[in-house]
């Protein structure tokens, strides 16, 4: 089950859900404006969010941005006829591809068959759409390149342009006065490809300008919120793994003995999943 949390003054979320794949969705209360982050995988999710921020007395968002276009964070807007859609000019492109396509069981499996489309995702779209597939793509009112800054009202949300191996098109959204980075998905790999992978150059960039923001709470999209020492230790094991994978030339087994030297003990199942995508990426 969901549930909806509170962070801060201003922030509000609702917990993901990771059967049929529904991310966490923001919202971001100013004096003047309502910011959400992220529309959903669903009308059905979308309303919901809203419906229960509502009993908080959280207004109607005025403004929805979306970090980036697959499926789970995009096929709610259809819910918000009435908000002003923002996201990157990437993130418009990609979904512009999504119009012509069939959600049906049968597109989804051909889609899978022939690799546009991976099972998890096919999978998910299922679960969530069990009675009915009323999917109607959703273009963004207003575009933008790097960066824009938005003006709640005593409330300040920079959304940033930031990419990533998981989506090229990916936005962040710091809430500066609350010092919260809501990532979305872009610290996660590149689900997409054959192999899962991270790639050296692709990595150390994102980590770069994520480090640039003054955050004491990250939310990365399903899982639960985390704090600056929890997101310096995820990003320290990026950093390590990826100047090792490029050290040992791509090779596991060299890394993973570097990498235990490294950390003096031995390796977690999530460390050596993080290296096998490194040298599924080299």
């Known amino acids: 089950m969901h549930s909806i949390n509170k962070i801060g003054n201003s922030f509000w979320y609702i917990t993901p859900i990771s059967e049929t794949d529904r991310p966490i969705l923001g919202m971001v209360v100013g004096n003047n404006k309502t910011l959400m982050i992220d529309a959903g995988n669903s009308e059905e999710h979308a309303n919901y969010f809203m419906k229960e921020t509502l009993k908080g007395e959280v207004p109607h968002p005025d403004l929805v941005v979306l970090t980036h276009w697959h499926w789970d964070h995009i096929f709610g807007l259809s819910a918000l006829p009435h908000t002003v859609s923002i996201a990157s000019a990437k993130t ?109 150059k692709t990595t150390l960039a994102l980590l770069d300008e994520l480090e640039t923001f003054d955050a004491d709470t990250y939310i990365p999209s399903h899982q639960r919120p985390i704090t600056k020492w929890e997101f310096n230790q995820e990003t320290a094991k990026l950093r390590a793994i990826a100047k090792y994978t490029d050290i040992c030339g791509g090779n596991k087994q060299k890394i993973i003995e570097e990498y235990e030297k490294h950390v003096k003990r031995e390796l977690t199942d999530d460390e050596r999943e993080t290296i096998n995508n490194f040298v599924n990426g080299y």
Not at 129 to 134: I, N, S, V
């Open 92 to 200: 418009k492109k990609e979904l512009e591809k999504l119009i012509p396509l069939s959600w049906s069981d049968e597109a989804l499996d051909e889609r899978v068959r022939e690799g546009t489309e991976i099972e998890f995702c096919s999978r998910a779209i299922k679960n969530e759409y069990m009675d009915h597939r009323d999917i109607t793509i959703v273009l963004p009112d207003v575009t933008f390149e790097k960066q824009v800054e938005i003006d709640l009202g005593g409330i300040t949300c920079i959304v940033q342009h930031v990419g990533g191996d998981h989506a090229a098109d990916s936005v962040i959204v710091y809430i500066k006065e609350e010092k919260i980075l809501f990532l979305g998905d872009c610290i996660y790999p590149d689900i997409f490809s054959e192999k899962e992978n991270y790639t050296i």
